[in-house]
């Protein structure tokens, strides 16, 4: 079975960093794109971060988490990690890790999906 497993998230205060992870079960990791996803309450789910694990780990950041949080992935290990630096109140979701097409942001393609982890940043 595909299983993703997302973990990580807590409460922090503003300039805080958390560091997310994403264990993958049952699928070839390099055949997808690994993306971040949050919601906000009342808000509309967006794509955060992306990492295409088979193509030199190929990244895109959201413009508003650019150069605060960074994806990485372990290839042997089937994980990948949302490090999150300078968190701001805006930040405060829930975060989801999911895998999707190769290349892809769309989340409504995204077939596998995480539990999600709450990200609480205070101000």
């Known amino acids: 079975d595909v299983q993703l497993q997302a973990s990580g998230g807590g409460f922090v205060q503003a300039g805080g960093s958390l560091r997310l992870s994403c264990a993958a079960s049952?699928?070839?990791?390099?055949?997808?794109?690994i993306g971040w996803f949050r919601q906000a309450p009342g808000k509309e789910r967006e794509g955060v971060s992306f990492?295409?694990?088979?193509?030199?780990?190929?990244?895109y950041y959201l413009d508003s988490v650019a150069g605060r949080f960074t994806i990485s992935s372990d290839s042997t290990t089937n994980a990948v990690y949302l490090q999150m630096n300078s968190l701001k109140p805006e930040d405060t979701a829930v975060y989801y890790c999911a895998a999707g097409p190769s290349g892809s942001r769309r989340s409504d393609l995204y077939a596998y999906w995480g539990q999600g982890t709450l990200v609480t940043v205070s101000s």
């Open positions: 990492i295409r694990p088979s193509d030199d780990d190929e990244t």
């Open positions: 049952g699928f070839s990791f390099d055949r997808f794109t």
